[in-house]
């Protein structure tokens, strides 16, 4: 089995884990009550999408 030759560095370590972060999803405020809420979906606050009533709050 193959094994490393050097143990992996603190610096190289690290820097393979720059791209390793948590995700923080985008939220958009909703034009109808201002609730924030996520791109293209329903506002969960009044139940209104692009304007429309679709879903009774
Ligand atoms: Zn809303």
Do not use: F, I, W
């Not at 370590?13 to 948590?22: A, D, E, P, S, V």
């Not at 985008?26 to 429309?52: F, I």
């Amino acid at each position: 089995m193959a094994v490393p030759k050097r143990k992996t560095s603190k610096k190289v370590k690290n820097q393979r884990r720059t791209h390793k972060k948590l995700h923080v999803p985008g939220m958009v405020a909703c034009s109808n009550c201002g609730e924030l809420t996520k791109p293209h979906h329903v506002c969960r606050a009044c139940g209104q999408y692009d304007g429309k009533q679709v879903v009774e709050a």
